[in-house]
Nanobody, 123 residues
Framework: QVQLVESGGGLVQPGGSLRLSCVGS????????VGWFRQAPGKEREGVSC????????LYAESLKGRFTISRDSAKNTVYLQMNSLKPEDTAVYYC????????????????WGQGTQVTVSS
């Protein structure tokens, strides 16, 4: 059974950092494209970043480049999202998702989703 569990969210002050984790169980994450998405209240779910399986290439939402970094840890079957210089507008529920594909994309058209983790950026 494919399962994804996100963790690492919380309350952080503007300018702070968080690292989100997405742990896969029942399958090997290295064989899947993995994406991070977020959804703020009253807004549509938007793509944040993703990482491919074929060459480990990554994509980022244009507005987040330079602040967020996605990475894999094969030994831990985990994908991380390092978020730096956080802003109040980064407040949202963050989801990871996987797809049986070699390349990734930022549209929320993935096969499996985690339950999400809340990130709140506020002073």
């Amino acid at each position: 059974q494919v399962q994804l569990v996100e963790s690492g969210g919380g309350l952080v002050q503007p300018g702070g950092s968080l690292r989100l984790s997405c742990v896969g169980s029942g399958f090997t994450l290295d064989n899947y494209a993995v994406g991070w998405f977020r959804q703020a209240p009253g807004k549509e779910r938007e793509g944040v970043s993703c990482i491919s399986t074929s060459d480990g290439s990554t994509l980022y939402a244009e507005s987040l480049k330079g602040r967020f970094t996605i990475s894999r840890d094969s030994a831990k079957n985990t994908v991380y999202l390092q978020m730096n210089s956080l802003k109040p507008e980064d407040t949202a529920v963050y989801y990871c998702a996987t797809a049986v594909a070699s390349s990734c994309w930022l549209r929320p058209l993935y096969d499996y989703w985690g339950q999400g983790t809340q990130v709140t950026v506020s002073s």
